[in-house]
């Protein structure tokens, strides 16, 4: 994953306990969340049969998954028949090395670049700087980002802890020629990032993408997007590259008729984006090249429980309703992939041997809204759960667990563990030590009462 | 009708209050009450906790315990989804215990379910004047579909004037362990559905599960709000001579 | 073994034995609209667009009149009785340009869609994105109720720009700002 990311100190608790104390921060993310919230819902709302529509892009995602072989091969027919070339990158690394070899042979030191998940994922940027070629971000969001030295906080709109008046600082810190007079108005903000890169759409050579999709049956790459920024990196340059997982398969061109009413539905509550392109192989004269990325995916596709979150379309609708994203924020998941989804896939994908990614299958309460907002229907508590199962747990905590268990697992324990609570009632304290002084911090404990339910039932309802 | 009562280890320990009430109100319905008295715990603590061998066991020592009864009612919309929804999976089919768990889980009701779907009523004759707010906690609502049923039975209390939580669907943060791995998160949430509980100017916030409720009691008792928890059956079991 | 054959081998080797899955697509192919050049109006003013409709044989002098003094982009392949324009394909050109003059290949009720696919009279992908102004002209036999019968339609083969609304951003608070990159003014005038 990105390289920004990696070794990110730390463990989830401790970063969302930082992240909770700064009330701008939750300020902004509440205020965001909600309000797609609210235009998810309606737009979600005005379709009968979204639920037919979501049990469709379910199953075709597993049909997909299913045959993965078969329709990358396919794929690749398509896209090279169509005059376009196809790369295949097992890693990060490979993959950052393909694209750079393909830049030096146009001779640019420049590309622009469309926002792309994967590309972050693999640290592209980062690996291309190494490599003297400077990539420049055009999603309003991913250049807020950029520009302000930060990290993403979110899929689909990377800057969603900045509010506008954070913004106009960054653009008037770091923007070489800002209007004059630039106020906080998101339209003056828009116009300022329009005049900031018109420039170098009209003369870049390269540009790097993703894709939301790839057509197995005709070789189609799909993009969504709203800002024209995706659009201008697809037309205007010379040479084209698209990083794009092999997940992002559909079987056949059908297909978008599903997830084009799913995703812009799910991710910015719209009845459509504003932009959607679709290529096959080269065209207008355009050199395309299609990088078909692993990077851990296989491994993912492996596991029962867990492949599912390979359907994920990253529309972000798990963030956007998920209470714990809210107060906690993107960074706290130190990933390019944050909130619920973020916490089922980057464990798949990094392992778990890290604190923080040990810990981020526990950053959950299992409400299960995630799961319930999911346009291709992942069952994330479900795959949370199974994670925990697999994370090394702490000495104490698994012994203490073992010996619930043990009590748990017969009724004479059971008994006698609860008239021994009973007995000692009044010795409780009100804030307990070690690690349950996480209760009784911001919380008091019940009563323990007089005798439990079972001594009450025996007593008066045996006789 | 002969009916098991799963009282749930939390309502066993902490609760018996609810249990007691479950009791009388089955009672009232018409219904005999049994308490196996082997039961112990579901196994939803360990099983989301990571502990997956200990959470086996557990579900099937329950399945052992409540084989045999026409149903099995639980005042916990949690435990009652554990059992419907996750043992399934839990012990996948041709493991040992499968069979009993395909027999029993089916079985397993919701107090409000059971009410509503099994017993058909939605008026249980009870009196309760006093301002309530009911919580649907997460896994009444999204993992059962409890949908309307709890709220159905409370407005059909006679002297009960129930007031609408806002974003009454956002989980109030407790998570089972979650509370003491996540306390930061868990606390900032609990805290914005005390907010919420608060605004309404209820007397009394109500849920389905103790365990939710432990959590935004704990929050509105240590900040002196004078707002009372109760469990559903709680108010349910409430009558006239009894106040 | 190559990136190719390792991918490939550890994809079979990760789904060998997974259960097989049928797709159900319980879900509208197409809607009952009664009205669908009013549907498609309405939803393409909510994406702040400026929506004509016009009876076909008024169509050539109202886009006179939208024409008026501004220098367009007008590709092959539109009426004659059309407003003329100036040619141009390169990105300067482009982007001196006040606008473009277009049709398109097929429009969508319920999104407020519009789809181009470089087809007579709908020009290069560049020429309906550099210039800051697009005028669009949509037949009423082009649009369709639902997104699935827009797919059907459309050819994959060629390169397909799917418009809804003039550029958007909603990175700054999630809410919909209009006007970034793309053209920040679309008109459409829809030919009855
Ligand atoms: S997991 Fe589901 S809801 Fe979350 S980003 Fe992926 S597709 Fe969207």
């Known amino acids: ?463 | 009708m002969r009916v098991a009562l799963f009282i749930t280890c939390v309502n066993d320990t902490l609760f018996p209050g609810t249990g007691k009430a479950v009791v009388s109100l089955l009672r009232r319905l018409g219904c005999e009450v049994d308490f196996p008295a082997a039961q112990t715990c579901c196994g939803q603590m360990h099983v989301n906790t990571g502990y997956r061998d200990e959470g086996v066991r557990l579900a099937r020592h329950f399945t052992e315990v409540f084989a045999g009864y026409d149903a099995v009612v639980a005042p916990s919309g949690s435990c009652a989804a554990m059992v419907r929804e996750q043992y399934p999976k839990l012990v996948r089919p041709g493991s040992r215990g499968a069979t009993a768990v395909a027999e029993v889980a089916p079985k397993v009701h919701e107090l409000s379910e059971f009410l509503i779907d099994v017993l058909k009523v939605d008026d249980v004759g009870a009196y309760f004047p006093h301002r309530v707010t009911y919580h649907p906690t997460c896994h009444s609502l999204r993992g059962l579909h409890l949908g309307d049923r709890p709220t159905r039975l409370l407005q059909n209390v006679r002297g009960l004037e129930l007031v609408e939580l806002p974003a009454a669907q956002e989980c109030c943060g407790f998570g089972g362990t979650f509370a003491v791995k996540n306390p930061a998160v868990s606390a900032a949430m609990g805290a914005d559905k005390v907010r919420n509980v608060l605004g309404t100017g209820a007397e009394v916030l109500c849920a389905a599960d103790n365990s939710c409720l432990m959590h935004i009691g704990g929050t509105l008792n240590r900040q002196r709000t004078g707002v009372r928890i109760m469990h559903l059956a709680e108010i349910l079991a409430a009558t006239e001579e009894a106040q | 073994m190559s990136a190719r054959e390792e991918i490939l081998a550890k994809v079979r080797r990760a789904v060998a034995g997974a259960p097989e899955t049928s797709v159900p697509r319980g879900y509208r192919m197409s809607n009952q609209v009664s009205d669908l050049v009013g549907l498609f109006a309405e939803r393409v003013d909510d994406y702040r667009a400026v929506v004509h409709v016009v009876p076909a044989a008024e169509v050539p002098g109202r886009l006179a009149e939208l024409v008026g003094e501004r220098r367009m982009i007008v590709p092959e392949g539109l009426p004659a009785d059309w407003p003329r324009g100036i040619g141009g394909t390169s990105v300067a050109e482009l982007d001196a340009a006040d606008g473009v003059l277009t049709g398109c290949a097929v429009a969508i009720a319920e999104t407020g869609t519009i789809v181009l696919d470089t087809g007579p009279g709908q020009g290069r992908r560049a020429q309906t994105l550099v210039p800051d102004y697009h005028l669009c002209v949509v037949r009423a036999d082009q649009i369709v109720s639902g997104v699935p019968e827009a797919v059907a339609r459309l050819d994959p083969a060629r390169p397909l720009t799917w418009i809804s609304g003039p550029s958007a951003t909603s990175d700054i608070e999630l809410n919909r700002v209009e006007g970034v990159h793309g053209p920040r003014t679309l008109e459409v005038v829809i030919s009855t």
Request: net charge neutral; glycine share 8%.
């Open chain 1, 1 to 463: 994953m990105s390289s920004t990311f990696l070794g990110m100190p730390g463990s989830f608790p401790k970063n969302a306990a930082k992240a909770v104390q700064n009330s701008q921060l939750r300020y902004n993310l509440r205020k965001a969340t909600h309000t797609i919230r609210g235009k998810r819902a309606n737009v979600v709302g005005e379709l009968p049969d979204w639920q037919e529509l979501r049990a469709a892009g379910k199953a075709i995602k597993d049909e997909t998954l299913r045959h993965l072989d078969r329709y990358l091969v396919q794929m690749e027919e398509a896209v090279t028949r169509a005059g376009g070339h196809v790369h295949w990158a097992r890693d990060a690394d490979e993959a950052n090395r393909i694209v750079g070899e393909l830049i030096k042979a146009t001779g640019e030191t420049e590309v622009v670049k469309v926002k792309s998940m994967a590309t972050q994922e693999i640290g592209l940027n980062e690996a291309l700087a190494a490599q003297g070629v400077t990539a420049y971000e055009t999603d309003l969001a991913e250049l807020i980002v950029q520009l302000g030295d930060d990290f993403p906080s979110h899929i689909l709109v990377p800057a969603i802890h900045r509010n506008r008046a954070e913004i106009r600082e960054i653009f008037l810190d770091k923007m070489e020629k800002v209007p004059e007079g630039l106020t906080d108005e998101p339209r003056a903000l828009a116009e300022a990032a329009r005049l900031h890169l018109r420039e170098r759409f009209l003369k870049s050579k390269v540009a790097i993408s993703g894709a939301n999709f790839m057509v197995a049956e005709t070789g189609t790459l799909v993009v969504l997007e709203s800002e024209g920024n995706g659009r201008m990196c697809l037309t205007l340059p010379e040479t084209l590259i698209s990083v794009v997982g092999i997940e992002k398969l559909l079987p056949a061109w059908r297909d978008l008729e599903v997830f084009l009413q799913l995703l812009p539905r799910s991710s910015t509550g719209e009845r459509m984006n504003p932009y959607t392109s679709m290529w096959t192989g080269s065209v207008e004269g355009q050199d395309f090249h299609l990088v078909l990325l692993d990077n851990g995916r296989t491994d993912v596709l492996a596991d029962e429980v867990g492949r599912q979150a390979l359907r994920c379309i990253r529309c972000s609708a798990c963030l956007n309703v998920c209470p714990v994203y809210e107060r906690a924020g993107g960074h706290a998941y130190g990933s390019v992939y944050p909130g619920p989804i973020g916490a089922i896939l980057t464990p798949q994908l990094r392992g778990m041997s890290s604190e923080l990614d040990a810990s981020l299958p526990y950053a959950s309460s299992l409400c299960g809204a995630c799961f319930e907002a999911c346009p291709v229907a992942i069952d994330i508590p479900e795959v949370l759960v199974d994670l925990r199962a697999k994370v090394r747990h702490k000495p104490a905590e698994r012994a203490g667990m073992r010996v619930a268990g043990w009590i748990l697992n017969d009724q004479v324990r059971l008994a006698k563990a609860q008239r021994l609570a009973t007995r000692f009632r009044k010795l409780v304290p009100k804030r307990l030590p070690g690690p349950l002084s996480a209760w009784t911090d911001t919380r008091d404990l019940p009563d323990i009462p007089e005798e439990s339910f079972r001594d009450w039932w025996e007593r008066n309802e045996r006789a």
